[in-house]
């Protein structure tokens, strides 16, 4: 009798329960539709709190999938339950008999020109953390040319009734704050704002983070959202926002504009979960099984989720999140197929 | 000139281009705790001369990042240098020392 | 500025704008203001692009201006348009177009109120037929003068006789365009182009040979703005607001303002001498303002009709520069004459502005 564990997506996620599956002894594949394995951690530099390269981190996912079979460039062509278990047909002709499918879809980053009015795609200046994390990693840019100020606009798609998504994306204020201090590292003389409604550093270090970005930085915060942006002769942009601090609009001019877009369930998610007939909640990312616990696991028996799938995580709560999933998923096969050796 | 009975109106709206860099930045050198206020507010709601003028250390740090020097002046007429907002201040600004600073670099006697 | 991304939000922002048959209401200032915009647009759309655009002299004010100024209630303002759209509907039309941003905004709003609150659409209904005993209809379409115009732009080049091109210099006249705040900002999806970056007007400058202007204040009112023009003590603010949009677009030295809106087109002119009045300064070449105007008046020079016959010698800011440079022919001394040569008045000299 098989033991073959199917994982769907091969981001942080994914790897992380696929490694732990596999050295629980099941037959653990992974399906990953892009052509390479980490998701959106393979595209970034360095991660909020302390700086650590994602490349690090990444590399230890890697080290940890030994033995995992898995599938680049691999859509999903349908997904049927059976009895007791998945019938999965993969894009490169595969068929797969699985015992238990873990879904491990992650995000989309808020596609940052639906936000009209800051202009992204029309000004030449202004560029997402996505965009401003590749220049980090590359040095490359042909935007980034020795700016004298730059601003940082949080909640770019997120807290946002009018794009459609009332939730907080939770890792973009921590983000913008690590890409402040770097800016700052790069260019020491520039003078940087960011501009924020709630500055959200929930996390451990995440304070000293904010501290750090103040004192030693001299990081602007300015309490307000952006709520237009414009490009004046010479390409610099001028932003317009309230202090609500001091209750009075105020406008600055600044050679780059970094937009913080939030996180958006992924669309090949979504259609993963239009043949599973999975609910979601308002924000759009999946319902799990409840709100406290059982978190990794949906009302379908045997279909667990791990990572941003289910709303918006930082690298170590996806992590945390995944190893959760894989310990679901062995209480799940113990119970349900207890000869499966 | 004909009398319109009206004249244009002046803005209201603070132009962040206006920040005096150098003036902040010899303050931060004087006293570098001024980059570290959060706005929690603990320091007006303390102010034994809040309650009859308006002296706020939070509103003058403000008005600094925003080009109003002399509005910050203003906020600190009133201080009476009693320490009390020392005590309270969640991220241990020495407020008696940066509102002396901020005389020092920014008040015209 | 990248040209491709503004397409890209252009193409989510097309609205159909049906071929033929229109049913034509008129604005109540701009017969005023630019009393042969609309007569340009009728001799247009009817003779020279061979179109059926209906009008009655039974249609009335939207009560748009009553309705923004808070002197009437809105379900008299709604029952006012009922009565339009009734109109329209007894002498056979569906698609109703507008002459004025102010109404198209009104009427925008007003057929989402009623689809929003169905007993409310109800209760109109009975108004207009206990009122004029009409039978209540809504448009199929509704659109704006200016999306027609819009849409019958590339034909307009066809058959315009001059270009917005500077003749000597063989450059595109470049044109600040202004669209009116209640044609897309309260529901970007009526509008062509939405509303951060409108596309009517630009697509008409595009077709005909000139070069747009993007300055950062782009978007900004014109500050017509209704309570903020008629009270007098309020004035100064609707001022700083056009004042705002001339200092910014000053650095870009346009040739040429194009609005959609009868407010615009009428603050944007006639602000000019108040401003060169109270600052002593004018945003034209040596001494005059910008030239300002409607698309009906640009579409008109294009196409070869007087400057004088489209009324351009009510414009505060001569529009001469403009022709100068475009080459368009004009007899300086029939400026104020009338039909028949008959003297219209000549208005005041002043020296702030030419």
Known sequence: ?341 | MTDFGYSINTSSRMNLDDFDKESFDKLAEMEPDVRKCMACGSCTASCTAGKFHETSLRSAILALQNGQEGKAIDFLKGCMLCGKCTMVCPRGINTRHLILSILKVYGTK | ?354
């Open chain 3, 1 to 354: 500025m990248i040209y491709e991304g503004k397409k890209k939000i252009w193409s989510d922002y097309q609205k159909d704008i049906p071929d033929d048959h229109y049913f034509y209401v008129r604005s109540c200032i701009r017969q005023t203001f630019f009393p042969a915009s609309e007569a340009a647009f009728l001799e247009i759309t009817r003779n020279r692009l061979g179109k059926d655009v209906f009008e009655t002299e039974h249609h009335t004010t939207c009560g748009g201006i009553a309705y923004h100024c808070d002197t009437i209630p809105q379900e008299t303002s709604m029952t006012i348009i009922a009565r339009q759209f009734a109109l329209m509907h007894k002498y056979g039309y569906e698609n109703f177009v507008c002459s004025c941003v102010t109404s198209f905004g009104l009427y925008c709003e007003t057929l989402e109120a009623w689809r929003e609150f169905p007993e409310l659409k109800e209760k109109i209904a009975e108004n207009l037929l206990k009122s004029c005993g009409l039978e209540f209809a809504v448009p199929k379409v509704l659109i704006h003068s200016s999306d027609l115009i819009y849409k019958y732009r590339n034909p307009i080049a066809a058959l315009a006789k001059f270009k917005l091109v500077n003749k000597k210099t063989g450059k595109p006249l470049r044109v600040v365009e202004h669209i009116g705040c209640h044609y897309s900002k309260m529901f970007p999806s009526k509008g062509v182009g939405g509303a951060e970056y409108p596309y009517v007007l630009i697509g008409m400058i595009e077709a005909w040979g000139g070069e747009i202007i993007d300055y950062p204040e782009r978007r900004h009112c014109c500050g017509f703005g209704f309570r903020q023009y008629f009270v007098q003590a309020n004035r100064g603010y609707s001022l700083a607001n056009t004042n705002k949009k001339f200092e910014s677009m000053e650095p870009y030295n346009p040739d040429m303002i194009i609005t959609n809106c009868p407010g615009c087109s009428y603050f944007m002119d006639k602000w000019q001498y108040v401003i060169a009045e109270m600052n002593h300064k004018t945003y034209g070449e040596d001494g005059h303002g910008i030239p300002v105007f409607t698309y009906e008046e640009v579409a008109g020079l294009v196409m070869g009709y007087d400057p004088w016959d489209l009324g351009l010698q009510t414009h505060l800011v001569g529009p001469e520069p403009v022709l100068d440079k475009i080459g368009i022919p004009y007899d300086s001394d029939a400026k104020y004459k009338g039909v028949n040569g008959k003297n219209i008045g000549k208005p005041e000299e002043v020296d702030c502005i030419k």
């Open chain 1, 1 to 341: 009798m098989n033991n073959n564990i199917l994982i769907v997506g091969g981001g942080p996620a994914g790897m992380e329960a696929a490694g732990m599956l596999q050295r629980l002894g099941y037959n653990t594949m992974l399906v990953e539709r892009s052509s390479k394995l980490g998701g959106h951690l393979a595209a970034w530099d360095r991660l909020f709190p302390k700086g650590l390269q994602a490349k690090e981190t990444l590399d230890r996912l890697t080290a940890g999938i030994n033995g995992v079979k898995y599938f680049l460039d691999t859509d999903i062509n349908s997904i049927n339950i059976l009895d007791d278990s998945f019938n999965v047909i993969l894009s490169n002709g595969i068929t797969i008999l699985a015992k238990a499918v873990l879904i491990a879809t992650g995000f989309d980053l808020f596609k940052a020109e639906k936000k009209e009015e800051y202009g992204y795609g029309i000004y030449d200046r202004v560029i997402t953390n996505a965009d401003l994390e590749a220049y980090y990693k590359t040095g490359k840019s042909d935007t980034i040319q020795n700016p004298k100020s730059i601003g940082f606009v949080h909640c770019v798609g997120s807290r946002d009734e009018k794009v459609g998504n009332l939730s907080c994306s939770k890792v973009c204020c921590a983000t913008a704050v690590k890409q402040a201090c770097e800016i700052k590292q790069r260019f020491p003389e520039a003078q940087v704002y960011s501009f924020y409604m709630d500055l959200r550093m929930f996390g451990r270090y995440y304070e000293d983070l904010y501290l750090e970005a103040q004192k030693k930085y001299g990081i602007r915060f300015i309490r307000g959202r952006v709520s237009e942006v414009s490009e004046k002769e010479d390409k610099s942009l001028l932003v317009k926002a309230e202090d609500t601090l001091s209750s009075k609009p105020i406008k600055v001019s600044v050679d780059l504009l970094v937009l913080m877009a939030g996180i958006r369930p992924a669309e090949a998610g979504k259609r993963v979960g239009r043949m599973l007939h999975l609910s979601n909640e308002e924000d759009g990312f999946f319902s799990t099984k409840d709100t406290i616990r059982d978190l990794q696991m949906s009302k379908i028996p045997g279909l667990f989720f791990a990572g941003t799938c289910t709303g918006p995580k930082t690298i170590p709560e996806t992590l945390n999140d995944a190893k959760s999933a894989a310990m679901e998923i062995d209480e799940y096969i113990k119970q349900n197929f207890p000869d499966r050796k």
